[in-house]
């Protein structure tokens, strides 16, 4: 025999609603939203700065892609990956900034050290930081 008691209960019932405490627990992960804020700003300032190199160059259709899309399509890619697969993203960032740190001063070796250096604190320091980030998100 039932017990008449689980048979007809009411959906406003407490047993079936979460409590305040467990809806009020719930946390805003910092470092995702933080990281993901920080690749889209850096991925955006690049397509920004390719678009107004070839604007101010008066390049013609394909120059502009060269310096655009080609660069600012891979950081955009390479930002918006994690959004989706947060450790696999936040790897692919640490490698893009790595590659960065090695090719950037071997391509313009010619610039001098305060130039590359201040180049490399925009440039490859934001995608390491929002991919250890978003590692150090996807564990929490």
């Known amino acids: 025999m039932q017990d008449s ?8 019932d407490k047993d ?3 409590s305040n405490k467990d809806r009020l627990s719930f946390k805003p992960n910092y470092f995702r939203l933080f990281a993901r804020i920080f690749s889209l700003v850096w991925a955006g300032f690049w397509m920004w ?3 107004m190199s070839a604007v101010e160059d008066e390049l013609p259709l394909l ?17 918006i990956v ?8 936040g790897i692919i960032l640490i490698v ?17 050290l305060d130039v590359k250096l201040l180049t490399l604190l925009v440039l ?12 150090i998100a996807r564990r929490k």
């Open 5 to 12: 008691s689980k048979i007809n209960r009411h959906p406003s």
């Open 82 to 89: 994690p959004w989706r697969w947060e450790r696999a993203g």
């Open 63 to 79: 120059g502009v892609y060269h310096d655009l899309a080609w660069p600012g399509l891979v950081f955009f890619a390479s930002a």
């Open 96 to 112: 893009v900034s790595v590659l960065l740190f090695i090719i950037y001063p071997v391509f313009w070796s010619y610039l001098p």
């Open 16 to 18: 079936h609603l979460p």
């Open 49 to 51: 700065y390719g678009a």
């Open 124 to 135: 490859a320091v934001p995608p390491m930081v929002s991919g250890i980030l978003f590692v």
